[in-house]
């Protein structure tokens, strides 16, 4: 009979010239042998969790935990970017009529610098001159941008937290805007060039695509218009991401245990967070765009922003601020919900995934016992 794992067993042996001794003699089952000993055989060792993995069958009975076969901080890379495009494309429409109003006064030039145009004629003119599509020209560009850039933002916030979080383990109100800062310049630089590039596509009619407008700034204004306002830019988005980042993580560690998980606290979290952001930093952003267009007069921050006071007042700098007051809820909102949904999915496969190895373990104990 074979011995089943971790059973004693017992084994004699006769070793010739070993004397027996008197115990040997008078027990009747060594009686005659040189040499006995009681043994365990020892436990064959198993890789960890090597033939506990899910098989092909599994996986195709489970779905849900195919997500966790792709390392965790890919798949959080990947869900920042899908919640970035979703809520670009949805409020394309939104952002292009507020960049017209933005650099309205520029281009219409300098005869009529002071006109301006209103939401509603706004939306009216680019419905005449291009159609539908027109509300989303030069979206193809911003959601080319948005995907790293949401990627690499909330990849460099999570790694600048940890970087800024003091001796004590703890992320202080001074660190979180340091991590919210740093991340939005990181990511600012990264893809600035197509910021640009989508910016001349919403607004310049004379180019038809990303290709041709690329030719025409590299033959008439050189590698160096990708990067034209490139300070402005890294001034407004650092304070703006920075601000979001800290008033949402702290209106929502501040929310009572139960309302954290919910979906209304999160759309309203977002919502306080983006205006607060929006109305503190909107002036900058108005600048960094006018810095950015073909034939601007202004050279420095501090230039822009007497010229466009100068010519149009203290409102110049909020143009264009209702339509981007208008989408700031829906884009929050959007890429907070789906990127809170992007985690729980990530989390209950993770969960799945655990469960379908616990269950292949205690089968393997089951059938070695």
Not at 55 to 71: N, S
Not at 201 to 213: E, I, K, L, R
Not at 238 to 257: G, M
């Amino acid at each position: 009979m074979t011995p089943k794992i971790n059973q004693p067993r017992l084994i004699w042996k006769e070793i010739p010239g070993l004397e027996p001794s008197s115990f040997e003699e008078n027990h009747p089952l060594l009686r005659g042998s040189g040499f006995a000993c009681v043994s365990m055989p020892e436990k064959k060792r198993v890789p960890a969790n090597v033939e506990f993995t899910p098989t092909g069958a599994q996986l195709l009975k489970h779905p849900l935990a195919v997500v966790a076969l792709v390392p965790k901080d890919v798949a959080l890379f990947g869900a920042g970017a899908l919640a970035g495009a979703s809520a670009k494309t949805v409020t394309a429409p939104l952002d292009r009529i507020k960049l017209i109003m933005q650099t309205h006064g520029l281009r219409a030039g300098q005869e009529s610098a002071k006109k301006t145009i209103g939401f509603l004629e706004a939306v009216i003119s680019v419905g005449k001159e291009s159609g539908v599509k027109g509300y989303w020209k030069g979206n193809l560009a911003q959601v080319i941008r948005i995907l790293p850039y949401s990627a690499v933002q909330l990849f460099a916030y999570e790694s600048y937290k940890k970087l800024f979080r003091g001796e004590d383990g703890e992320l202080s109100v001074i660190g979180r805007l340091a991590a919210g800062a740093s991340a939005g310049m990181t990511s600012t630089f990264v893809t600035y060039p197509l910021d640009v590039l989508r910016l001349r596509m919403a607004v310049d009619p004379g180019h038809q695509t990303m290709t041709n407008v690329v030719v025409s700034m590299l033959k008439e204004e050189g590698l160096g218009s990708f990067y034209r306002g490139l300070v402005p830019s890294l001034i407004s988005i650092a304070p703006y991401v920075a601000v979001n980042f800290c008033v949402f993580d702290l209106v929502k560690k501040s929310l009572p245990e139960r309302y954290k998980n919910k979906t209304e606290a999160s759309l309203v979290t977002a919502f306080v967070a983006a205006t607060v952001a929006t109305v503190t930093c909107y002036p900058l952003d108005t600048i960094r765009r006018q810095m950015q267009m073909r034939g601007t007069p202004y050279n420095t921050v501090l230039d822009a922003f007497s010229g466009i006071i100068a010519r149009d007042g203290v409102a110049g700098l909020y143009r264009g601020f209702v339509p981007n007051a208008l989408k700031t809820l829906p884009n929050s909102s959007i890429r907070l919900t789906t990127f809170d949904a992007m985690k729980r999915l990530i989390a209950a496969s993770e969960k799945e995934f655990q469960r379908i190895l616990e269950e292949n373990r205690n089968e393997h104990k089951l059938g070695s016992s």
